[in-house]
């Protein structure tokens, strides 16, 4: 993977960040505590996002950065993941069984 598909991945996972972020507000399954998550997920990805965007144009050898790069980027993946499950199991548990 060179830093062009590397920033695509990130483009990607914004677009799930924040389409998910107003699926849980849509959902009204996102309180204080979520939203807190969740900005700090972004503001991780965005860290992550300046440093691989720096690194480019400064021509830095994408070999030599790549592992860290991947590294926190992996780490911001679970991090949403496990945001996603814990609303998820939250609106489960929530939800009020159907009566017939």
Same mark, same amino acid.
């Given at each position: 993977?060179?830093?062009?598909?590397?920033?695509?991945?990130?483009?990607?996972? @914004?677009?799930?960040?924040?389409?998910? @972020?107003?699926?849980?507000?849509?959902?009204?399954?996102? @309180?204080?505590?979520?939203?807190?998550?969740?900005?700090?997920?972004?503001?991780?990805?965005?860290?992550?996002?300046?440093?691989?965007?720096?690194?480019?144009?400064?021509?830095? !050898?994408?070999?030599?950065?790549?592992?860290?790069?991947?590294?926190?980027?992996?780490?911001?993946?679970?991090?949403?993941?496990?945001?996603?499950?814990?609303?998820?199991?939250?609106?489960?548990?929530?939800?009020?069984?159907? !009566?017939?």
């Amino acid at each position: 993977m060179d830093q062009i598909e590397f920033l695509a991945k990130l483009a990607d996972l @914004s677009r799930r960040i924040d389409a998910r @972020s107003k699926e849980f507000k849509e959902r009204g399954a996102f @309180s204080d505590v979520h939203r807190e998550i969740a900005n700090r997920i972004r503001q991780h990805h965005d860290q992550l996002r300046v440093k691989v965007e720096g690194a480019v144009c400064e021509g830095a !050898t994408w070999g030599l950065i790549k592992a860290e790069f991947v590294r926190d980027y992996h780490g911001l993946f679970d991090d949403l993941l496990k945001f996603e499950e814990e609303i998820d199991a939250e609106a489960m548990k929530n939800r009020k069984p159907r !009566t017939i």
